[in-house]
């Protein structure tokens, strides 16, 4: 008498259970340019601690459905050797401080706002006609 | 709600024709027939009925009162996400599938009628008579309340500084945890699984052997929550034991363990994956109470503590001790007075591990003398009148004082108004820590609030409609970002609101709930929505030893903002929450397989900007009773 309730219950729960498993599947691919790393991209709550050079991908990773852009930080190798060559003038050399010479990353967004929805799987290429800075990175840390 | 205050009330009086053990006298007293003749068919028995203490002290007070099943049954994942479905005026944030967490990113923000929030500390909670809060941010820690012990819990609208003290400058959230009251003992077990790996344990063993009571309870919670860095794991473990050396007095020792992780995940648009919190916190307590004809004595003695860790390097270790003495003593039938002896003393260590640096910290202490007159000077009408006198070792002397009244007007009509001014110490963290800033020349807060309700209860209708006003003046609040940021008193707010609840009850099968609240918060409306409405359809179907049952319940919110100035709106929410429930009860046993489906339409909705909440998702679980 209790035995069909109790598995009805269970087996539906059990369905429902493994409902975020339909989560939308996303991959960000670095297509930007050569001399451009990208550093933990992130996509409406899933972040990647990784650092993509040209052609590389993210290994998929599941995050909300809805909207939002996809957030990275930018190193151009080549904007830094250029400053410093530009410093450097004739003279061939610059006298530069350790500090001055790690990479400089910076918050950047896609100016494409992307929408993903359950049970599909999204490649998101990042390009350089399809960047922003990104302002609305979160402040200090509080308590 | 005060229909479940009642029928725990009704079902907890228990009418015994003799004492447990007492032997029968040899021949009956019998009732006089209508003639004045002793009739033997009818014989006169000593009743003595035995009925628990109402967890409400002051009936002129504004209040919601939840039974511990009630919150135990809910859809909702936290006792506080519970508690804010079954009243308008009571916001809760929630963040995700069962962990509040601490610091940024946390949820759990209690507002009541316009106060509180962003941290809790304008809202006291108070559990088995021990106020609990984190010494060095004064507020509770949403993720230590988990309902499986709780008999009762009480929430005070309005705050009442004179019954509890600092902090109850917004609403008192009262926890009342349950005893057996018969000889024996009962397991309870409560076992489920859901969705992001959400696993759910709780067992709690009640018992009664002679003179002694243990009521013991464990509760785990671990789950991967719905995004990357939502989840984390609660494990609440308590364990009280009381002895009944004689009649009237009571002795018991309590002893409550949380240990809290898990981490913020950031805003979706920038999450987080390394912003981890790790949280100890143990509260014991003693409690002796004594009962004597019309006097009633109490002793309470606590010491709470608690070591918190998080990732950037944070470390503290907050001790928070104090004790109350109260008397009640009922000096006539319409008279009634209580005295009571409070003193609390709040020290903390603090220390950033990363950089090596000690912050110092001044301890915070208080002692007080309250007093609460309560007079019955006609049928249905009470009057209640109450002072504290409290000396602060940073703030001198404060007076606080309360009034009320309460009216039966006639048959199920009543009325009750009440005015309560409440104050708030500022917390060791706004006084002393780089939090981001911190100002030692602050002064306390205070509240005077007000309220005025109209109420009718039948068997089967309950309507009641109160308009408040809650005001206060010199509020702490924080301003700017680090290292620009400062802490500062501001000037005076009014928040001004109605508050309506109409239930029908026992229609059939059929239980059905809403209560609304509106108000105005001007431009104080950071995390403090405009209006609320939270509704409720239950069903049952008994049959034999088998019961159905179903209960949906939702909850709209409107005119929320993420800062002041009405800056930052978040979109109006909706989310509806189904629990379907099947139980088998046999003698000394039941079996109770349930499904508990959350945010039903799988609408997107945030009470947090940039924190969505899952979306369409389950747990299951089955309880056991023995």
């Known amino acids: 008498m209790t035995g069909s309730p109790l598995v009805a219950v269970l087996a539906a729960s059990l369905a429902l259970a493994d409902c975020e498993q339909s989560y939308p599947e996303l991959v960000i691919i670095n297509n930007t340019a050569e001399s451009i790393l990208v550093r933990n991209p992130s996509f409406n709550g899933c972040r990647w601690n990784q650092v993509l050079a040209l052609g590389q991908a993210t290994t998929p990773g599941r995050c909300l459905p809805g909207t939002d852009r996809v957030h990275f930080e930018k190193y151009d190798v080549r904007e830094q050797l250029d400053e410093l060559e530009a410093r450097a003038g ?28 359950c049970g599909e799987l999204y490649r998101f290429e990042l390009r350089l006609d399809d960047m922003e800075q990104d302002f609305a990175v979160p402040g200090p840390y509080g308590h | 709600m005060k229909r479940y205050a009642l029928a725990a009330l009704l079902a907890s009086i228990v009418p015994l024709p003799r004492a447990a053990g007492q032997k029968a006298p040899a021949s009956q007293p019998t009732a006089p027939n209508a003639a004045g003749e002793q009739d033997d068919a009818h014989p006169l ?37 519970s508690l804010a479905q079954e009243s308008a005026d009571l916001y809760v944030t929630g963040r995700g599938a069962g962990v509040h967490g601490v610091a940024s990113g946390a949820s759990g923000s209690v507002h009541v009628r316009g106060l509180g929030g962003s941290p809790n500390s304008q809202v006291l909670v108070v559990e088995d008579s021990v106020p609990d809060y984190q010494g060095i941010f004064g507020h509770p820690i949403p993720d230590a309340y988990v309902p499986f012990l709780v008999d009762q819990v009480l929430v005070v609208k309005g705050g009442d500084s004179v019954l509890y003290g600092s902090n109850a400058l917004g609403a008192v959230i009262v926890i009342r945890n349950r005893w057996r009251d018969r000889e024996g003992f009962e397991l309870h077990s409560d076992a489920a699984y859901g969705s992001f790996d959400t696993v759910r344990e709780s067992a709690a063993l009640l018992g009664r052997v002679g003179r002694l009571d243990v009521a013991t309870a464990a509760s785990v919670l671990r789950t991967d929550g719905h995004r990357a860095g939502a989840g984390g794991g609660t494990v609440v473990g308590q364990v009280a034991l009381r002895y009944r050396p004689a009649d009237g007095l009571r002795l018991a020792l309590r002893q409550k363990v949380l240990h809290l992780q898990g981490g913020d995940p950031g805003p979706v648009t920038h999450p987080f994956t390394d912003h981890w919190f790790d949280v100890w916190r143990s ?9 004597r004809g019309r006097l009633r004595l109490g002793a309470t003695p606590y010491l709470n503590v608690g070591v918190h860790r998080l990732h950037d390097g944070f470390y503290s270790r907050d001790y928070g001790a104090g004790g109350n003495l109260e008397a009640d003593w009922r000096i006539a039938a319409p008279v009634r007075l209580l005295l009571g002896l409070a003193g609390e003393w709040i020290e903390a260590r603090v220390e950033d591990r990363v950089a090596g640096v000690r912050q110092p910290v001044e301890p915070l202490g208080s002692g007080s003398l309250y007093q609460q007159l309560t007079l019955r000077p006609a049928a249905g009408l009470s009057i209640v009148a109450g002072a504290r006198e409290l000396l602060s070792n940073r703030y001198g002397f404060v007076l606080l004082y309360k009034g009320g009244v309460r009216w039966q007007i006639y048959r199920g009509l009543w009325a009750r108004s009440r005015l309560t001014r409440n104050f708030r110490q500022p917390t060791l963290r706004e006084l002393y820590l780089p939090f981001p800033t911190a100002n030692p020349e602050l002064r306390p807060e205070y509240s005077l609030n007000a309220d005025l309700e109209l109420g009718y209860d039948t068997e089967h209708v309950e309507l009641s409609v109160s308009g408040y006003r809650s005001y206060a003046e010199d509020m702490i609040r924080y301003f700017g970002s680090w290292p620009g940021a400062e802490v500062v008193n501001i000037d005076s707010i009014a928040i001004w609101g109605v508050e309506a609840r109409m239930g029908l009850k026992r229609m059939g099968p059929v239980d059905a709930f809403i209560t609304g609240n509106w108000q105005d918060v001007g431009r104080y409306t950071r995390q403090n929505p405009s209006a609320k409405i939270n509704v409720s359809l239950e069903a049952s179907r008994r049959r034999g030893r088998h019961l159905v049952g179903g209960r949906a319940a939702g909850e709209w919110v409107h005119g929320l903002y993420m800062e002041n100035y009405s800056r930052d709106r978040i979109d109006d929410l909706f989310v509806l929450d189904l629990t379907l429930r099947y139980r088998y009860t046999r003698p000394g046993c039941s079996l109770e397989p349930y499904l508990i489906i959350r945010n039903l339409v799988d609408s997107r909705y945030a009470y947090i900007k940039g924190y969505p909440m899952p979306g369409l998702n389950a747990l299951g679980g089955l309880k056991l009773r023995l």
Do not use: C, H, K
């Open chain 1, 90 to 117: 004739d003279a061939g050399s610059v006298d530069a401080d350790p500090g001055e010479l790690r990479p400089m990353w910076f918050p950047y967004q896609t100016r494409t706002v992307r929408r993903v929805g």
């Open chain 2, 45 to 81: 028995y000593e009743v003595v009925v035995t009925a628990r203490r109402p967890i409400a002290r002051d009936n002129t007070a504004d209040s919601t009162t939840v039974s511990g099943a009630r919150l135990r049954d809910s859809p909702r994942p936290t006792l506080l996400e």
């Open chain 2, 283 to 291: 509260n014991t307590s003693a409690e002796g109470r004594y009962r």
